[in-house]
Every structure is written in C-alpha cells, then in structure tokens.
C-alpha cells in the first residue's frame, strides 16, 4: 500500500516508533494523521513537530471504549480510516511467574493483545465495507522469539504476533492487509526502562544492534509497500527465527547458555 493520501491513526505516539511513524507518514504524503497517546502532551508536541494534516488526541490503549472512542473521532474528523497503526505498549516488570503479579499480567495483555483486538473490530467494518484497508501491530522480535528476563512482555508479544497472522489469514481475501511489525533493540525512552530492569541487558542490547526509531519507520513504509505480514527492521531476527525452525532444541540450550 502507498501512502500517499491516507487517513492514518497512530497510537503510542507521542514518542519513539510511534512519533517517528507519524513523521514518515506526513511526509510520505497521508492526507491525515491523528496521534494517539495516553500522554496528551507528547502526541500534540509529535503533531506540532509532524506539521498540518496532524491531530493529537489522548488514548488508553488499555480501555475499549478509548479505542472505540479514537476511531469514531477520526472518523468524525477526516473520513473512513485507511491504516490503524496499534502501535502502544508497555516495558512490563522484569522476571517469570513468581515476580509478575496478576494486575501485570492483566495490564500487559491488555495493552499488548486486546487494544489490537479491539482496535480490529472497531475499523474492520468500515474496511471491509470498502473493501480495503490496513491493519498495522505492533508486537517485537520477543514475539517471534523470547526475551528471558521478561516473561508476561515475551508471551503478550506473542499472542499479538498469532493475532496478526490470524487476522491476515481471515481477512485477507477481503482486501485487508495486515502487517505486524517486530523490532528488537530500538533507541526509546522504552528500551531504557527495560534496561534498567534486568541485569546484564545492556550487553543484550549491544548485540541485538540498536537502530533508531527512523530505522523502523523506514523498513514500516517498506513493508507496507511490499504489504509483508512481518516486517523485521533487524534482519537478524529472520536468521534467529531460521535457526529456530530448523533445530529448536538447539536454539534453547543457545539461549540457556547466555543466561
């Protein structure tokens, strides 16, 4: 898909992939963009810095009726969505099933796997009525592998990379795209407070190789061109997954080993 002339919604933009998205996407020539963010100050600060044709509106990824509650604004102001973009998420607490409490749990799969469910079933209507339209998540390389020190982040990540891949399968010969995005390490404001969680992560994050949010914006627009469900702006994350498939028992004792 070509995004010139689209009506675009972006959540968790008030920063990192989300702003640099909504940036991309004026100047790749959307008709309009809304920015949605629970941080209202930092989604108008990304639509001030993205130029005209850009709204800021406060969002709980965490909440339907705010999901709900976004699409029917943007409807309101600019027409029928062309591309939503669930792009919020969370860090989530460091550690496995002893750590994490039930409310973390709770939060992240909310944030994580149903603002995308939600967000699916507010605009697939208006979509499939067109018969066009395009789904974008955001999951994480965790999703595709797994991330040690952060279980509920690992198994969230996961469940939106299935979601995607369901989505795509069902919906696909209706003319809808779905694409889900999966970086590793990005240089956020996120990616620092995971790091301060887990000892040893900024050794992890070296090798992952940390890119900017530019980068996934870039490799986003990419994919969106080649309307590819996955979209890995680190290409070793596709050789990670190969290894998987091929010799999954040898790519646990890898990863048991560098624990």
């Known amino acids: ?55 800021a509106r406060k969002f709980d ?21 062309d591309v939503f973009f669930s792009n919020a998420g969370v860090t989530g607490p460091a550690g496995g099933p002893l750590e994490t409490t039930n409310e973390d749990w709770d939060s992240l799969w909310r944030i994580h796997v149903m603002a995308h469910v939600w967000a699916s079933r507010a605009v697939l209507p208006q979509m ?21 020190s952060a279980l509920p982040y690992t198994v969230t990540k996961h469940a939106a990379v299935a979601l995607a891949e369901w989505l795509s399968i069902t919906y696909g010969a209706e003319g809808i795209r779905v694409s889900c995005v999966c970086p590793q390490a990005v240089r956020t404001q996120m990616l620092v407070a995971a790091m301060g969680q887990s000892e040893g992560a900024s050794d992890v994050v070296a090798a992952a190789g940390l890119i900017d949010p530019e980068d996934v914006a870039r490799t986003v627009v990419e994919g969106m061109a080649d309307e590819r469900l996955l979209i ?23 990863l048991r080993a560098k624990i």
């Open 1 to 55: 898909m070509k995004i010139q002339g689209k009506h675009i919604v972006v959540t968790g933009a008030a920063g990192g992939i989300g702003r640099a998205l909504v940036e991309r996407f004026v100047a790749e020539g959307a008709r309009a963009v809304v920015a949605a963010d629970y941080d209202l100050a930092g989604a108008q600060a990304t639509a001030e810095a993205a130029g005209p044709g850009v709204t």
């Open 61 to 81: 990824a965490g909440q339907e009726a705010d999901v709900q509650d976004l699409v029917r604004f943007a409807n309101e102001a600019n027409g029928r969505i």
């Open 128 to 148: 499939r009525e067109a018969g066009e339209g395009y789904l974008l998540n955001t999951a994480s390389a965790a999703g595709l592998l797994t991330q040690p």
């Open 232 to 254: 890995l702006p680190h290409p070793e994350v596709a050789q990670r997954m190969a290894f998987k498939g091929a010799d999954h028992e040898g790519w646990l004792a890898d």
